[in-house]
């Protein structure tokens, strides 16, 4: 099955831009999608089609996908960015969709 | 506005069988594909399962594959996840959530602890 890895914690301090990577094997030639999940709550959807914000989301929110490696970039990270981003694709080999084990990013 | 709510968590012993539904409003249900997600108590997201906005496709992940079963009910706007055979391991916190381009809708989840 496919496997997604990403780093397990990324510090920023405010204002800094947090980068945010997930590897795949071949992951450019797939969609990938980025997900925001505060503590306690939900997940929110922030980047699909590798690049394209989710609707409510800042511009400070980016996306890139090539080769081996999407990244999620985060410009002027501010307190309110602490949270676990998760990167997810749509495997057609098997039929599942997978999720990368997630990202803590802490705001310094 | 769009809305799913999860119900029917609660604590099962191993073993045992419990149905999840997710109700929805807000949308046309039946246009849309969704999907079952759980999050283990301070693990990571992990996908479960897919349905089809027709009910033509559905995906299963391995962990539970021939354990669970996602099925839906159109006419209710409803989305379900039958969980049999269930092992300590399936607690978690499980999401339903559509699927447009990407997991654009989420509900608050359900806690289901299997202990004995």
């Known amino acids: 099955s496919y496997v997604l890895t990403q780093p397990p914690s990324v510090s920023v301090a405010p204002g800094e831009t947090a980068r945010i990577t997930c590897g795949g094997n071949?992951?450019?030639?797939?969609?990938v999608r980025w997900y925001q999940q505060r503590p306690g709550q939900a997940p929110v959807l922030v980047i699909y089609?590798?690049?394209d914000r989710a609707s409510g989301i800042p511009e400070r929110f980016s996306g890139s996908n090539s080769g081996n490696t999407a990244t999620l970039t985060i410009s002027g990270v501010a307190a309110g960015d602490e949270a676990d981003y998760f990167c997810?694709?749509?495997?057609?080999?098997?039929?599942?969709?997978?999720f990368g084990p997630g990202t803590t990013v802490s705001v310094l | 506005q769009v809305q799913l709510v999860e119900s029917g968590g609660g604590v099962v012993q191993p073993g045992r069988s419990l149905t999840l539904s997710c109700a929805t409003s807000?949308?046309?249900?039946?246009?849309?594909?969704l999907h079952w997600v759980r999050q283990a108590p301070g693990k990571g997201l992990e996908w479960v399962a897919f349905?089809?906005?027709?009910?033509?496709?559905?995906y299963h992940a391995d962990s539970v594959k021939g354990r669970f079963t996602i099925s839906r009910d159109n006419s209710k706007q409803t989305l379900y996840l039958r969980m049999d055979y269930v092992r300590v391991e399936d607690t978690a916190v499980y999401y339903c959530?559509?699927?447009?381009?990407?997991?654009?809708?989420w509900g608050r989840g359900t806690t289901v602890t299997v202990s004995s």
């Open positions: 071949n992951i450019g030639s797939k969609s």
């Open positions: 959530t559509r699927e447009e381009v990407g997991m654009d809708v």
């Open positions: 089609y590798d690049t």
């Open positions: 349905i089809g906005y027709n009910e033509g496709n559905q």
């Open positions: 997810q694709v749509w495997d057609t080999s098997s039929d599942h969709f997978v």
């Open positions: 807000g949308f046309t249900f039946s246009n849309y594909g």
